[in-house]
């Protein structure tokens, strides 16, 4: 019963142990990093519940109530991307990327690189034009991701002009590695479960 109870945390704890492996920094950022979080999270989240997502990204701001905020506010591009994984779904795939098209647009800094929005179309058009798969589902959630944590950065004052335009030709590549990662840590997760189940049946 105890190995039970104790093999349904693997997977969180493999989630949050990729929080700790950065993947690539945030152009714009001096400090800033993606970490393989960004996989991990919203795989962890379709293999188990939105609720293990919520539980990893309170559990890092646990010290501090500004902390929690901060994190919190971060960790919105997960969640997205988390209820995109897991289904097919119009308010997360085709409504909030219009939002953040519409919010990116209204700043000054985004009504000069207002093309670098489009690509959150891209979650739109998987949504009426492409089959109900997984791989279709990581895609979808790696640029939603995408579309929140740029409005995010955009409106905190991060990134340049300069760096939005540098970013255009390596956003693609980026996130198709993204959601190649997500569907990884999602096999992971279903490995480590197949083994603990054949573990409890012998």
Same mark, same amino acid.
């Given at each position: 019963m105890i190995y039970k109870i104790f093999s349904k945390f693997i997977p969180l704890c493999i989630a949050m142990l990729a929080t700790f492996i950065p993947f690539s920094m945030i152009i714009g950022s001096k400090a800033a990093w993606f970490s393989c979080s960004s996989m991990s999270l919203p795989a962890l989240g379709y293999h188990a519940s939105l609720l293990y997502v919520i539980l990893s990204i309170f559990t890092k701001g646990l010290l501090s109530f500004h902390a929690i905020i901060f994190i919190a506010m971060h960790r919105l591009p997960h969640l997205a991307a988390t209820s995109a994984l897991r289904k097919k779904n119009w308010i997360i795939s085709v409504a909030l990327p219009v939002v953040a098209m519409i919010l990116f647009c209204m700043h000054t800094?985004?009504?000069?690189?207002? *093309? +670098? #929005? &489009? +690509? &959150? $179309?891209?979650?739109?058009?998987? *949504? *009426?034009?492409?089959? %109900?798969?997984?791989? #279709?589902?990581? /895609?979808?959630? =790696? $640029? /939603?991701?995408?579309? /929140?944590? !740029?409005?995010?950065?955009?409106?905190?004052?991060? /990134?340049?002009?300069?760096? &939005?335009?540098?970013?255009?030709?390596?956003?693609?590549?980026?996130?198709?590695?993204?959601?190649?990662?997500?569907? #990884? $840590?999602? +096999?992971? $997760?279903?490995?480590? !479960? =197949?083994?603990?189940? %054949?573990?409890? #049946?012998?």
């Open positions: 800094v985004g009504q000069t690189v207002f *093309y +670098y #929005s &489009w +690509y &959150w $179309f891209i979650p739109m058009i998987i *949504y *009426y034009f492409v089959p %109900d798969t997984l791989p #279709s589902r990581a /895609v979808c959630a =790696s $640029f /939603v991701a995408h579309a /929140v944590g !740029s409005v995010i950065w955009l409106y905190r004052g991060h /990134v340049p002009v300069q760096a &939005w335009t540098l970013l255009m030709p390596i956003v693609p590549l980026e996130r198709m590695i993204i959601a190649a990662g997500m569907l #990884s $840590f999602v +096999y992971i $997760f279903q490995a480590v !479960s =197949s083994l603990q189940a %054949d573990k409890v #049946s012998a």
